[in-house]
Structures are given as structure tokens and as C-alpha cells.
């Protein structure tokens, strides 16, 4: 089984959608991650969990809403969002918080706001 | 304040040419780790290696070889004979223990048939 999955594999919504983005880590991993990567920008920390709790919030606009219910899933909650916002947005996960763990990724969500 | 430097943004080559990608990094710490990883078109970043600061080691792994050099604050990686299948986005990334991971832009590679 893959490591870090993701679901769906592509989004198109409008801008008074709401959405949900899933992932899920099969690798029994206590913190999760959720990054945005935009064309030709660094990937981008969105929110870490370490233990279901959020341990860091990158100052992401209040559109985007994570939820940790437990280790091995993470649930990035979409509304009223922007076109600016189109995006593929990275699962990760790692054993702990500490830097030095290696972070496994899921295949990503492309999505697309129209 | 920690900084990756992917300077080349795209690099194409021929098959069974070998390719160097280069990564630059900015630290004041003495203790930080430097990561590779590969992006194939179906989005996924695949780990390749992680490296401590007290490690200046290179290492080799089949036809991938990473150079670490402190001195001049680089972690270059080299595919030996390219193939197709190397084509991807590849990304360094660096970390300081407890701080988040900070990415490069990536560099793009392209294996020419």
C-alpha cells in the first residue's frame, strides 16, 4: 500500500464552493503536513500536526480549514476560495515533528478555482 | 534565516549524458540537515537522501551521487548516464532540527531520448 495517499486526485470548484481535500498516512507517523505548491514558487508550509494537534499554522488565510481526527488523517477544509488559490496541494508525513525526520509525501491535489 | 538556492530552473540533456544539479544553502546554524527530492509529472515527491551537517561524506547510491561541502555550502547531485526515466522536478530542501523545511525552487530536468 502507498505510503501517503491523497484524495481526489484533482479538484475544479468555484469560488462559493465547499470542498474537502483527505490524505492519509499509512506509515504510522505521528505529524502530518499540508503544503501548497504554486508554478514556480517553493512549496509553501501550510499547517503540521504533531500528535492530532496543530503545531503550526503559517499564517494561512481562514478559507482553508485542516482537521486532525487522528495520526493517519488529515482533512484540508476549502471555502469561498480564490482563483489565486489554484494550486497542487502536498500531503506529508513524518515519525515526529523534529527537523531532521525525513517527510514522506502523498501524490498531491490539483486543484483548479474557477 | 535559512535559504536554498536551485539556480538552474531547467536543465535538458541527452540520454546517457551525465547531469549535475546544484543546490547552494544559507544556515547560521551548525546543526541542519539538507534533503533531495524527485517531483515525476504525477506530483508525488520521492525522498532520495538526507544528510546532517556533521556528515560531509558523499555518498553514492547506484547512479546517483550527492557532493557535500560545507566549505562552500553546497549539496550538488549528480546522475550518472541519464535516462528518460529521470526526468522530473527535483527539489533540495534544508532544516535546522526543530524548524520547518525550507525547499528550493526546484530544478526541472529533461532526459532527451
Redesign the interface.
Known amino acids: 500500500e502507498t505510503g501517503v495517499t491523497q484524495t481526489p ?1 484533482h479538484l475544479v470548484m468555484g469560488m462559493t464552493n465547499k470542498k474537502s481535500l483527505k490524505c492519509e498516512q499509512h506509515l504510522g507517523h505521528n505529524a502530518m503536513y499540508w503544503y501548497k505548491q504554486s508554478a ?4 509553501e ?1 501550510m499547517f ?1 500536526y504533531n500528535f492530532k494537534e496543530q503545531t ?1 499554522n ?1 499564517s494561512v488565510p481562514s478559507r482553508f480549514s485542516p482537521e486532525c481526527p487522528n495520526s493517519s488523517h488529515l482533512f484540508l477544509h476549502l471555502h469561498t476560495l480564490q482563483p489565486e488559490d489554484s494550486a ?1 496541494y ?1 500531503c ?1 508525513s513524518s515519525q515526529g ?4 525526520e ?7 491535489t ?1 486543484l483548479l478555482v474557477l | 534565516a535559512q535559504k536554498v538556492t536551485q539556480a538552474q530552473t531547467e536543465i535538458s540533456v541527452v540520454e546517457k549524458e551525465d547531469v549535475t544539479l546544484d543546490c547552494v544553502y544559507e544556515t547560521r546554524d551548525t546543526t541542519y540537515y539538507l534533503f533531495w527530492y524527485k517531483q515525476p509529472p504525477s506530483g508525488e515527491l520521492v525522498f532520495l537522501i538526507r544528510r546532517n551537517s556533521f556528515d560531509e561524506q558523499n555518498e553514492i547510491s547506484g547512479r546517483y551521487s550527492w557532493n557535500f561541502q560545507k566549505s562552500t555550502s553546497s549539496f550538488n547531485f549528480t546522475i550518472t548516464a541519464s535516462q528518460v526515466v529521470d526526468s522530473a522536478v527535483y527539489f533540495c530542501a534544508l532544516t535546522r532540527g526543530y524548524q520547518k523545511v525550507t525547499f528550493g525552487t526546484g530544478t526541472k530536468l529533461q532526459v532527451i531520448p
Not at chain 1, 514556480?40 to 512549496?43: A, C, N, R
Open positions: 486526485r514556480k514558487k517553493p512549496l508550509l503540521v503550526e503559517n497542487l502536498l506529508a515533528q523534529q527537523g531532521q525525513t517527510q514522506y509525501f502523498g501524490p498531491g490539483r
